[in-house]
């Protein structure tokens, strides 16, 4: 089968070669950026192997016949249309867990950051005067409620790494009923967590439903003194509702990984506060992630060319019939 990788801004792609040689196969490496870039290079392909390609039906229907598979460098698979991949009859997967710790150690460290002012009060030693006080207020990190949005992979790794902390821990998430525990942590409503969570930690997919989930609304639910950190997706996180609420005393604190509109410019309203972090999308960082994601992205497509189930599928998919029902 025809592999293309349509795009990735990976140094190189030696995992990928190691992968494929195995196997007795090939790939092209295209710099696909746009729907044409995607419409114009990419016909012909099989198996797709993609980073931020755009693939929306008007793509996908170009693409096919000979289009039968996506795979996507990463967790989240927004930049594709699921339901229209589904229509068309083409397998969509992830690698849903080559990140999970990094994720999960970034979600951690943020918190702590915002939690104890560390970056504000390491800026405010090196610049200006040598003082706690500084920092106060200051709350204590045992005996808090800790609220995680998504309870998958990630919500369930920084769940652990919470435990020791003596922490109350609760979650929303739309897979598990209310007022149940999973994983040893409490499933609530989100009016709940927004209410009762002293620090909040986002790791749910971006969907038609959580897009603008924390807007001007659910902030002026919040605690004044509460801190939200997003590792998941931009686009959760309305941007300008949230500087509002920090500029306002809403909330005590925010922490972005990702925004809705990647890069955030320097110079961005939000950099100007003190009680704002942000890092460049890399909380799925480590050496070791990395070279994982790439050798499971071309194990997976190499699966599927060999005619192997797939170990990570999004949508349901029979060869003989095509792609059915997207899976939820």
């Not at 929306?56 to 693409?63: A, G, H, I, Q, S």
């Not at 409620?145 to 020791?164: E, Q, Y």
């Not at 005590?252 to 506060?273: C, I, Q, S, T, Y």
């Not at 942000?278 to 790439?294: F, G, N, R, T």
Request: charged share 25%; proline share 3%.
């Amino acid at each position: 089968m025809r592999v293309i990788v349509t795009d990735c801004d990976h140094d190189n792609m030696i995992q990928e070669e190691e992968v494929f040689e195995r196997a007795g196969m090939t790939f092209e490496h295209l710099v696909c950026k746009t729907e044409e870039d995607l419409i114009g290079q990419a016909k012909g392909g099989e198996i797709l192997m993609t980073q931020y390609g755009p693939f929306t039906r008007k793509v996908m229907e170009k693409l096919r016949p000979e289009l039968k598979m996506i795979v996507r460098y990463g967790v989240g698979v927004d930049t594709i249309d699921l339901e229209a991949a589904t229509d068309l009859g083409v397998q969509i997967c992830n690698v849903p867990d080559y990140g999970m710790n990094e994720v999960a150690d970034q979600a951690m460290g943020m918190l702590l950051a915002l939690a104890r002012k560390i970056c504000y009060i390491n800026d405010c030693t090196k610049h200006k005067t040598w003082n706690y006080t500084e920092a106060i207020p200051v709350r204590r990190i045992p005996g808090s409620v800790v609220g995680i949005v998504g309870l998958g992979r990630i919500g369930r790794t920084l769940a652990k790494r919470l435990k020791g902390f003596e922490c109350r821990l609760i979650a929303c998430d739309p897979l598990y009923q209310e007022g149940t525990k999973e994983a040893g942590v409490e499933i609530v409503s989100f009016d709940t967590l927004l209410a009762e969570a002293d620090m909040i930690s986002i790791h749910c997919p971006l969907t038609r439903e959580t897009e603008s989930l924390f807007d001007l609304t659910a902030f002026k639910k919040m605690k004044q003194s509460a801190i939200l950190v997003n590792t998941a997706r931009g686009g959760i996180v309305n941007e300008e509702d949230l500087l509002k609420a920090l500029q306002e005393e809403w909330i005590a604190g925010a922490a972005l990984d990702v925004v809705k509109k990647e890069p955030m410019e320097v110079g961005a309203a939000l950099f100007a506060l003190d009680n704002f972090l942000c890092s460049p999308h890399m909380a799925w960082y480590s050496q070791e992630s990395s070279l994982e994601l790439k050798r499971k992205v071309a194990e997976e497509a190499v699966r599927f060319a060999k005619g192997e189930p797939v170990k990570n599928p999004v949508n349901v998919y029979r060869r003989d019939k095509g792609s059915e029902t997207i899976l939820s």
